[in-house]
């Protein structure tokens, strides 16, 4: 079994290894529920759906910095976006849906999905969506100040235009 642990604390498993557990590096209590290898096969097997998961067993504010750390670093690369928060039993199925899925939304074209965290309970994802809806909560802004040093002329520019 292939298992990467990078510096950012996410995990990265090698699928195409015949024995890989695509469960490892999550919380035992999720890990124990019938549907989890099969919900975490289907979004390891698609290209469309990527794990960016704290690791196993982070403290609530862990998570939570982890998580917007993580959104942060995913809308500077695909600026300009439209991006939005929620959860859902399996991203598989959300994505893909032939009624609802995002695969099929007339008017966005979403590209992808990224998985910030997975939990066995609702409460804790609740709280992690209020908390990036607060800090993301739809106006551009928050792009204003992605470096330490501040954002370049042209993203404040861009921020402003819209």
Avoid at 49 to 76: A, C, F, N, R, Y
Avoid at 105 to 116: E, F, I, N, P, Y
């Amino acid at each position: 079994m292939l298992t990467t642990f990078l510096g950012d604390g996410c995990i990265r498993q090698d699928p195409s290894e015949p024995q890989c557990d695509v469960t490892l590096g999550l919380d035992d209590n999720l890990r124990k529920l019938d549907r989890t290898f099969e919900c975490f096969s289907k979004i390891k097997g698609d290209p469309t759906l990527e794990l960016w998961l704290p690791k196993k067993s982070s403290l609530p504010g862990l998570v939570v910095k982890h998580t917007m750390e993580t959104v942060d670093k995913i809308l500077e690369k695909q600026w300009p976006a439209v991006f939005k928060f929620g959860f859902t039993h399996c991203p598989h199925f959300r994505f893909w849906n032939n009624k609802f899925g995002y695969a099929v939304d007339k008017h966005q074209k979403w590209q992808m999905m990224c998985v910030l965290f997975a939990s066995h309970e609702s409460t804790g994802p609740a709280f992690l969506e209020a908390s990036l809806i607060q800090k993301y909560k739809g106006n551009l802004h928050c792009f204003i100040n992605f470096s330490p040093f501040g954002c370049s002329p042209k993203l404040r520019t861009m921020a402003q235009s819209y």
